[in-house]
């Protein structure tokens, strides 16, 4: 029995990996600081694994208890720091580098700003490609909810980056 349990729980991790490491990257932008929360989170769902209960998917069991782990360090760096980097600019991408720099420095700002709940929700939907269903199950509320967060975090995205474009116009005009 030992071994079947061993063997599925690796099956099932080999499957879902790779989505744990991008949503895991997407709370703590840092690829040391992921694969320490993914060896964290998997240690606790080998540990929980008698207690998996085949209602729930099981990615989005091991997806939740990553995205607590995440969580959980992220809030520590912030702490720690005063602030935690959300977004790392992959310079040999960018064409336009200054553009796209000053581009992506706004919407890390705007990110900056969103609260941790409505963070996620759009994290999981728009840049996971999840369902609000998936992402309602992972992150332990409804699906009213999940299009509500992401409502009101594009909301504020729209508002801080439209703030941002009129406090550069200003400076410009001086």
């Known amino acids: 029995m030992a071994e ?8 099932l991790i080999d499957e879902k990996l790779p989505m744990l ?15 320490d929360v993914i060896q ?26 990553a995205c607590n782990q995440a969580y959980d360090l992220f809030r520590k760096r912030q702490r720690e ?3 935690l ?3 790392r ?14 581009k992506f420095a706004a919407v890390e700002q705007a990110m900056k700003q969103l609260p941790e709940k409505l963070h996620a929700a759009l994290s999981l939907t728009t840049l996971e490609d999840m369902t609000p269903d998936e992402a309602a199950d992972v992150l332990g509320c409804t699906t009213a909810t999940i299009y509500w967060r992401i409502h009101k ?5 729209k508002n801080n980056l439209a703030n941002s474009c009129q406090l550069e116009a200003n400076y410009d005009e001086r």
């Open 89 to 102: 600019i992959h310079k040999s991408v960018v064409e336009d580098k200054n553009v796209a720099i000053e």
């Open 81 to 83: 720091n005063g602030k």
């Open 85 to 87: 980097e959300l977004f």
């Open 21 to 35: 490491r991008r949503v895991v990257y997407r709370i703590v932008f840092n690829e040391a600081d992921t694969d």
């Open 153 to 157: 975090a594009r909301k504020i995205l």
């Open 40 to 65: 964290s989170a998997l240690l606790k769902a080998w540990k929980n694994f008698a207690s998996y209960r085949e209602q729930s998917q099981f990615s989005s069991w091991i997806c939740r208890i």
């Open 4 to 11: 079947n349990k061993e063997e599925v729980f690796s099956q």
